[in-house]
């Protein structure tokens, strides 16, 4: 019985290894998205230039069409975001649920293995050793889902902000005047979009908690 405990703990050590490496890779795609983000931010501060020197309303046309498409952009960002805060409140609650339950079998454990010692219900001792094994794997998969959902919510949140500074730079191109060629206006109006701020409070994980 020792045994098999000690297998459950060494599973719940490779598993939190296995976050970690998959954590990595998140870090990963994060730097690639920075890269990204920096050859968009160069094209645009073409785009301005080519916007400043033009004499007509061509280039002003194109930009405020790039303008509305990251609009959409940050307003697709927003509502995925708000779905996935839905689901992360879900899996939060089905977690706690799911810890109370893990830990009432626990309970049941001891005293099924005092009962199985006193007398000889193996059986049934090993039947509650296997549900507790059940939903201790359950668990883990609950747990890595759920970071999983943490840092694609933080790269949703971060990619928001990124849009909308985008937006902003967009909309500050100034507006030529056909008449001189003299830049005399400039567009002031921000794009405004609901952001929704992840609330971390939800997020206290202890990944080194073992099951």
């Given at each position: 019985m020792?045994?098999?405990?000690?297998?459950?703990?060494?599973?719940?050590?490779?598993?939190?290894?296995?976050?970690?490496?998959?954590?990595?890779?998140?870090?990963?795609r994060m730097q690639k998205l920075q890269e990204n983000r920096k050859a968009l931010e160069a094209r645009l501060g073409l785009m301005k230039i080519e916007a400043d020197m033009a004499r007509d309303g061509k280039m002003k046309a194109a930009v405020q069409e790039q303008v509305s498409q990251l609009v959409q952009k940050l307003k697709d960002n927003s509502e995925e975001v708000k779905k996935e805060n839905r689901e992360l409140e879900t899996i939060l609650g089905f977690r706690e649920?799911?810890?109370?339950?893990?830990?009432?079998?626990?309970?049941?454990?001891?005293?099924?293995?005092?009962?199985?010692?006193?007398?000889?219900?193996?059986?049934?001792?090993?039947?509650?050793?296997?549900?507790?094994?059940?939903l201790s794997e359950e668990y883990n998969q609950l747990r890595e889902h759920l970071l999983n959902r943490f840092e694609e919510?933080?790269?949703?949140?971060?990619?928001?902000?990124?849009?909308?500074?985008?937006?902003?730079?967009l909309r500050g191109i100034p507006e030529a005047k056909k008449n001189t060629g003299h830049i005399t206006n400039f567009v002031t109006q921000t794009v405004t979009v609901p952001f929704f701020d992840l609330d971390e409070k939800l997020l206290k994980l202890d990944p080194l908690t073992k099951y």
């Open positions: 020792e045994e098999d405990i000690a297998k459950q703990i060494l599973s719940g050590e490779k598993k939190l290894k296995a976050l970690g490496e998959k954590e990595l890779a998140i870090r990963g649920q799911l810890q109370e339950a893990i830990a009432a079998q626990k309970r049941q454990n001891q005293d099924a293995a005092q009962i199985a010692e006193t007398e000889g219900k193996n059986q049934e001792y090993e039947e509650i050793i296997e549900k507790v094994i059940q919510i933080k790269l949703l949140n971060r990619r928001t902000a990124e849009l909308k500074l985008e937006i902003d730079k």
